[in-house]
């Protein structure tokens, strides 16, 4: 980490986190929100801030805003205001952004996060607070010339701000993290960062350890993978550390990062805040969320990844790893509780064919639980198969390969390739005889004390019954057979 890197500095980091909420239609007005359609067809007047129009506000925002704010244990305003913030760009047709400013709807909550020694440490949430999204201008297609797609114009937003708590970029990937889990499970953002929906600004400073102030930041906009977010506040660290280093100074001002050189360049000086001009938007009232509506929200917060974590590990006796592992989306949560109440089988069992088998193999194609090439109930098909003997786990592997390979149920691919286990004692032995008749060395060898020679034979018989052959009747018989 760049922090041990350089010895005596330390990292001061803030986040803003801008998160698409998941409504049916913009912040305030009906057009669609539909990501990837075509330029300024999702655009209406009050997008394209026709002379006249009025805003109103979509309650949905509202509603995912506040769920947002109780899950990270913050405080709800009982008014908050909506206030102009003011600046020209092509792509904000009205001259100014719809945000809020001295009242947000949520401040002062808070996020735990692990840290790689195990640790927890809590990042402070200053506020969340409702605003639009702007348009886009688009460079690409347009010579001399620069097109405009209103279409994201009025996205609903909440812009998560965080205490300037985080010390690492590993620290600001695991808060990143966290924050993205808790606002996908919560439903009020589809997590989509190439498309945008979840995206962060990292302000960054340096000071000597000690230090009794911060130093002067930088902000780094709009850094999209959790990898660049790592790699932009890494390089801004080192970066910053360098130039005081060498006699010069910090100058807060806004920086970009290049994904193909790993590196961050200045853009703009920081405006100070008044440059906004902010001031309440005449056109909107007050937003006032009582005690009612709070708790009626509060009443219908779906199960939260940690608690979704400690449930898992207290009834289903699962590792912590496990239990991380398998809460790490609600979808995956949902398909391994189905496997276990499907199968019936050991519910530890359960967890390694869901996190290991099912993962590595939709690692493998590309896919998403929710496109699963097997289903749950299907996987739990095969588990019991394991459990009522009919194959054994090893040859189950094989079944799951072909069932993920698109061939049928674990039913029809075991009576397909003839999978079934021989339980059937009489022909266990049979091949057990003919083994000990074709090894006669290894049986007087293993006879004279060579015990190791055993798994020689259960291998051996084992290939005689195509790995069929119930590995415990195996055991036990030819124990007996080779005693004599
Ligand atoms: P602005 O409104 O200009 O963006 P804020 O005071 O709202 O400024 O701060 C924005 C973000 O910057 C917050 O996440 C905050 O934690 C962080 N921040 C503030 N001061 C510093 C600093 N000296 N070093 C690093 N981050 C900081
Ligand atoms: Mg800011």
Redesign the pocket.
Known sequence: MANDLHHGWEA?????VHCQLMTHSKIFSGAAIQYGAEPNTQACAVDLALPGVLPVLNEDAVKKAVTFGLSVDAKIAERCVFARKHYFYPDLPKGYQISQYELPIVYEGHLDIELENGTTKTIGI?RAHLEEDAGKSMHENFSGATGIDLNRAGTPLIEI?????IRSAAEAVAYLKKLHQLVVYLGVCDGNMQEGSFRCDA???VRKVGAPK????T?TKNVNSFRYVEKAIEYEISRQIEVIESGGTIRQETRLFNPDTGETRAMRS?ED?NDYRYFPDPDLLPVVCTQDYIDAIRGSLPELPEAKRARFEKDFGLSPYDAKTLTSSRELAAYYEAVVKDSGADAKLCANWVSTDLLAVLNKQGKDINESPISAAALAGLLQRIADKTISGKIAKEVFEAMAAGEGGADDIIKAKGLVQITDESAIIRAIDDVMVKSPEQVAGYRAGKDKLFGFFVGQVMKATQGKANPDAVNRLLKDKLAG
């Open positions: 001061v980091i803030g986040l803003e200053t701000v965080s205490e300037p708590d302000n960054v400073s911060f130093g002067t930041r902000e920081k805040a």
